[in-house]
């Protein structure tokens, strides 16, 4: 028999290349035995899930805090009857989505303990409603506008916001709790440009989309959306806006604001636009 450079060049290969598979078949044993969980993972989108699992909704005020004042009613009121509404369109639409609410009747709520449900339930988003109003010129001020954490680019946006933070004036050392922060002070408001939102291309999303499905709303004039400096916002680990649902000063629109029948159509409108946006969010879990 004559046995070649090849043929013995093949063996050896050949013996080689057994000795490699069966390195690599011991190696992927010891890999299952020291990783099971890591490398055969039945759900790998757990850690890149970006979807919505859990939603906190804040009816603005509450208890002593009422709000903005109307000729009939009080902001508090419109703010958690537009709230409990949208809360329910979730849960039938969505059952697999948990809604956490700030407050489900008339008491008062510190704006850091709102945040904190926010934050201690790990909130996909953070949704807080609100109504406006003005002292002055009542009748020309109407619509409604959407917020989003940020810097406020005219007076008009530090009005609202400082109307809004004032409700921490209602709490016990409230100094204490906002690092000295008084809602009355423009200058307290300097320390919001310092701050970059992590979360501010999905809170801007969100509120775009809201915005949009007010168009087809009881109060359609649009007043856009609007970046200021609110606490609530500023506190809250999560995409989050404040919704200004209409003016409580304007005589129509308090009307407006009053009718049961509208709070729940603006109710469908935020919930379309949640839709939308959970809609958007899990596409980027496909996408990514």
């Known amino acids: 028999m004559v046995i070649s450079k090849f043929n013995v060049t093949f063996a050896f290969l050949k013996?080689?290349?057994?000795?490699?598979?069966?390195?690599?078949?011991?190696?992927?044993?010891?890999?299952?035995?020291?990783?099971?969980?890591?490398?055969?993972?039945q759900d790998e989108t757990e850690t890149t899930f970006a979807g919505i699992r859990t939603v906190v909704i804040d009816p603005g005020h509450g208890g002593k805090d009422p709000?903005?004042?109307?000729?009939?009613?009080?902001?508090k009121k419109i703010n958690l009857a537009v709230a409990l509404c949208l809360g329910e369109l979730i849960e039938e639409w969505f059952p697999d989505v948990k809604v956490i609410y700030t407050r489900a009747q008339d008491v008062f709520v510190e704006l850091f303990e709102r945040s904190n449900i926010a934050n201690q339930n790990n909130a996909d988003l953070f949704i807080s409603i609100h109504a406006n109003a003005v002292e002055h010129d009542k009748e020309k001020s109407s619509g409604n506008e959407t917020y989003i954490m940020g810097v406020h680019k005219s007076e008009d946006n530090l009005r609202i916001a400082m109307f809004e933070n004032s409700s921490i004036k209602f709490e016990d050392n409230y100094k204490d709790n906002y690092d000295g922060f008084d809602p009355s002070d423009p200058e307290s408001y300097i320390m919001f440009s310092l701050i970059q939102d992590e979360y501010l291309e999905r809170s801007l999303k969100m509120a775009e989309l809201i915005q949009e499905e007010f168009q087809n709303g009881p109060i359609t004039k649009d007043r856009g959306v609007k970046q200021d400096g609110f606490i609530v916002l500023w506190k809250t680990a999560a995409p989050s806006v404040l919704i200004e649902l209409g003016f409580l000063s304007h005589p129509e629109e308090e009307l407006a604001l009053i009718n049961e029948d509208n709070q729940q159509k603006m109710a469908e409108c935020i919930f379309k636009a949640f839709k939308r946006y959970k809609e958007y969010m899990e596409q980027l879990t496909i996408n990514n």
């Open 15 to 41: 013996i080689e290349n057994d000795r490699v598979m069966i390195d690599v078949k011991l190696l992927k044993i010891l890999l299952i035995l020291m990783f099971p969980l890591r490398l055969y993972s």
């Open 67 to 75: 709000g903005a004042l109307g000729q009939h009613v009080y902001e």
